[in-house]
Nanobody, 122 residues
């Protein structure tokens, strides 16, 4: 599976942004798809995930401000973020998890995209 993330950019605090992740390869619909982010000097952290049945999971830091969705026919997953804050500034990565045993740990994901930069100015 190859993943291509896009949609990042420079925005102002309070703005909204939608990140996209296009997947190639088979069995996309069977993967848990997740978004992680990594700010400078910090570890990569879980942001959101969506199961193949559409169940969604969010980190507390983005809950209520973000929506993850997927279209299995288009092999695409999105992360819509609203009310962006400067602390949301990071490189955002999409990832695919074929194991299905969890959704929030870095090690549970088998495939990673290249990342897209989101910068939120105050």
């Amino acid at each position: 599976v190859q993943l291509q993330a896009s949609g990042g950019g420079l925005v102002q605090a309070g703005d909204s942004l939608t990140l996209s992740c296009a997947a190639s390869g088979r069995a996309f619909s069977s993967y848990i798809m997740g978004w992680f982010r990594q700010a400078p000097g910090k570890e990569r952290e879980f942001v959101a995930a969506i199961s193949w049945t559409g169940n969604t999971y969010y980190a507390d830091s983005v809950k209520g401000r973000s929506t993850i969705s997927r279209d299995n026919a288009k092999n695409t997953v999105w992360l819509r973020m609203t009310g962006l804050k400067p602390e949301d500034t990071a490189v955002y990565y999409c990832a695919a998890n074929s194991g299905g045993l969890g959704y929030s740990a870095f090690a549970q994901y088998d495939y990673w995209g290249q990342g897209t930069q989101v910068t939120v100015s105050s």
